[in-house]
T-cell receptor, first 115, second 111 residues
Framework: GESVGLHLPTLSVQEGDNSIINCAYSNSASDYFIWYKQESGKGPQFIID?????DKRQGQRVTVLLNKTVKHLSLQIAATQPGDSAVYFC??????????????FGTGTRLTIIP | DTGVSQNPRHKITKRGQNVTFRCDPISEHNRLYWYRQTLGQGPEFLTYFQNEAQLEKSRLLSDRFSAERPKGSFSTLEIQRTEQGDSAMYLCASSLTEEQYFGPGTRLTVT
């Protein structure tokens, strides 16, 4: 079946360095992707999204890259701060043109920023 | 705070009891979703409403689970005859377009 997975379960990065979190998806029909940040005891927080007709999108200190050829998604966080420590999930939506509203999440990557 | 709110935040119940959770979405959002999250895993979709209509239900949603959104605003998720396997974080999200915004969740512990 379709799935969203992550290459690495944990990642430690020195404060101030850049971090890259990777995600693989298997459903070529997926047309919308979201990255969420989840801190302990809280719900997932929307970070950035990207549609399948784009290969890059930038936000504040974050960039999402989409490679449809290899079904790969990445989240780059620039100049990491202690507050960036959290679990990061990628999620995909198959048929997001209001035909299918379900998000499928991966397991998550725990990012730890080392002061 | 104008985000998604959920109540209660924590619920401890004994096996066999019924529990009900409430979700208040962001006010103008017409879509409302329920997800379940167990420790170390990503959220899993349970069900989805557009206004008051329940449009999709996951196979995870057994007959013991029921969700309602009677006036197209807040929603309730009820679990009857709880089992230990129901212990999880129950997350609610709402959206106006594709971006789904999550609430803080209700953590259920079944003893």
């Amino acid at each position: 079946g379709e799935s969203v997975g992550l290459h690495l379960p944990t990642l430690s990065v020195q404060e101030g360095d850049n971090s890259i979190i990777n995600c693989a998806y298997s459903n070529s029909a997926s047309d919308y992707f979201i990255w969420y940040k989840q801190e302990s005891g809280k719900g997932p927080q929307f970070i950035i999204d990207i549609r399948s007709n784009m290969d890059k999108r930038q936000g504040q200190r974050v960039t999402v890259l989409l490679n449809k050829t290899v079904k790969h998604l990445s989240l780059q966080i620039a100049a990491t701060q202690p507050g960036d420590s959290a679990v990061y999930f990628c999620a995909e939506n198959i048929g997001s043109n209001f035909g299918n509203e379900k998000l499928t999440f991966g397991t998550g990557t725990r990012l730890t920023i080392i002061p | 705070d104008t985000g998604v709110s959920q109540n209660p935040r924590h619920k401890i119940t004994k096996r066999g009891q019924n529990v009900t959770f409430r979700c208040d979405p962001i006010s103008e959002h017409n879509r409302l979703y329920w997800y379940r999250q167990t420790l170390g895993q990503g959220p899993e979709f349970l069900t989805y409403f557009q206004n008051e209509a329940q449009l999709e239900k996951s196979r995870l949603l057994s007959d013991r689970f029921s969700a309602e959104r009677p006036k197209g605003s807040f929603s309730t998720l009820e679990i009857q005859r709880t089992e230990q396997g129901d212990s999880a974080m129950y997350l609610c999200a709402s959206s106006l377009t594709e971006e789904q915004y999550f609430g803080p969740g209700t953590r259920l512990t079944v003893t």
